[in-house]
């Protein structure tokens, strides 16, 4: 019989995508339910108050969490999730175990069963049950890319190539982006294009702001680039699979660790752009691990246009076989 997993999923998008990646990983191992949680205002609460309860969780809008049958394993992707994984380990006795991404906080550290933390966070906390990754987990495989691929290229068929991918990202601990490195970034994918011509696919994020969108996208419609455009919250079907499936190359912004490592997962050449005064130390000693593995090169660095990537950067694969071996 299949092992049940449960996974809580969020509103926290990144971590909902490293959550999606380690599932497909595990595949027809586990058989998987996906739980979606909607928190109420008590959710901001430290996990102290909350504890192995379902304080903070709106129980009418959230997927059914009460029964008498337990999951074998629960996924808790975020700080604010594992007050219910340690509620649902409580209510099973002790059967389920806990699976969680991201350090959450120092209570309840301890009766988790794995944690996953990146070598970024290393020191944040110590102990048996923490394995430590490069990067974050996410759903860029080569099988998704293929699909991906097929799906997209006739979509922008119609753009001269070569395809350039631009991800940007914006505030830093709800610090606006800075539009002097908006700025920057727009020259730098000026002169990229120069070099290379072709297109480029743009996306923005949550954090990125309707500010820095217009400055950047100003820059890149007085350059009189091609590009095909996505920009959050935009009403059509949201491309960025397709993007790093097709694209020959990608810049994305430092800021996003989920980002980063997605695109370092295609096997393009990914270029790095970190701006000035934008990360904290935190994102700084991330993107320099990407570096140090050859992933990725800083968009500043020479001989850019000539990068290419030792290998793909996925720690989904290390995670779901870690899983399988604490589940023996």
Not at 20 to 45: C, H, M, P, Q, S
Not at 170 to 189: F, H, M, S, T
Not at 243 to 248: G, N, S, T, V, W
Request: glycine letters at 8%; one cysteine or more.
């Amino acid at each position: 019989m299949k092992k049940v997993i449960w996974a809580l999923f969020d509103d926290r998008r990144g971590s909902v995508g490293q959550a999606k990646g380690i599932l497909l990983r595990l595949g027809n191992d586990f058989e998987t339910v996906e739980k979606n949680i909607v928190y109420n205002k008590l959710a901001a609460l430290p996990n102290w108050l909350r504890r192995s309860t379902l304080l903070g969780v709106n129980t009418k809008k959230s997927d059914p969490l009460k029964g008498k049958d337990f999951p074998d394993v629960v996924l808790s992707v975020s700080r604010r999730t594992l007050p219910v994984a340690l509620y649902l380990k409580k209510r099973s006795r002790g059967k389920t175990k806990i699976i969680q991404l991201m350090y959450p906080g120092k209570f309840g550290a301890d009766q988790v069963d794995l944690m996953v933390l990146s070598e970024h966070d290393r020191g944040k906390t110590d102990g048996n049950n923490v394995f430590y990754v490069t990067g974050s987990p996410h759903r860029i495989f080569p099988e998704t890319l293929a699909e991906a691929k097929s799906k997209w290229e006739p979509v922008f068929a119609s753009l001269p190539k070569p395809w350039t991918m631009v991800v940007v990202g914006g505030a830093v601990k709800n610090k606006p982006v800075d539009p002097q490195n908006i700025e920057l970034l727009g020259k730098r994918i000026v002169q990229l294009q120069e070099a290379v011509s072709g297109s480029i696919l743009i996306t923005s994020s949550r954090r990125t702001g309707k500010e820095a969108e217009d400055l950047l996208m100003n820059q890149i419609k007085q350059a009189q680039i091609p590009a095909y455009t996505y920009l959050w919250g935009e009403e059509k079907e949201n491309p960025i699979m397709g993007f790093y499936a097709c694209a020959d190359r990608i810049i994305v912004t430092g800021d996003s660790v989920s980002m980063a490592c997605e695109a370092c997962g295609t096997g393009k050449p990914v270029m790095i752009f970190q701006g000035k005064k934008w990360l904290t130390k935190k994102h700084q000693k991330f993107v320099q691990s990407l570096f140090d593995g050859k992933y990725a090169i800083d968009i500043d660095a020479p001989g850019v246009l000539e990068f290419s990537p030792v290998k793909r950067l996925n720690p989904a694969y290390e995670i779901a076989d870690k899983i399988r071996e604490i589940l023996k």
